[in-house]
């Protein structure tokens, strides 16, 4: 199996254990210095802003999240995942988000 299978499959187990239980709405500020600490020495926001984006939804965003969080040592737990996901979608995608992960965050989209 590819490394880019593998990816996949395990974004789609950790975003179907994240949409069980009560689960809190992911925190934008949170996955902001997550990102900041971890992910904005190699990404300028050009990355984000490109025309040729990988992401195409929300979910996408969330996949490529999980790949370099892999590919850097994949230390964030799912929570964090939803975090740094919500963040770059405020701030440079604006998909829709699931109601599963941002739940409280809804409003703060339509700006």
């Not at 997550?34 to 996949?63: D, M, N």
Request: contains cysteine; hydrophobic residues 40%; glycine residues 8%.
């Amino acid at each position: 199996m590819s490394m880019e299978k593998r990816i996949v499959i395990a974004s789609l187990a950790l975003g179907l254990a994240g949409l069980s239980g009560a689960q809190a709405a992911a925190d934008a500020e949170r996955g902001k210095i997550l990102y900041e600490t971890r992910c904005s020495a190699c990404h300028a926001s050009s990355v984000h802003q490109r025309s040729a984006r990988k992401a195409k939804s929300f979910g996408g965003v969330r996949v490529q999240v999980v790949r370099w969080s892999t590919e850097v040592g994949g230390s964030w737990s799912g929570d964090e995942i939803d975090d740094v996901t919500l963040y770059l979608n405020q701030r440079y995608y604006r998909f829709r988000c699931p109601q599963s992960v941002c739940k409280a965050n809804q409003a703060s989209l339509a700006r």
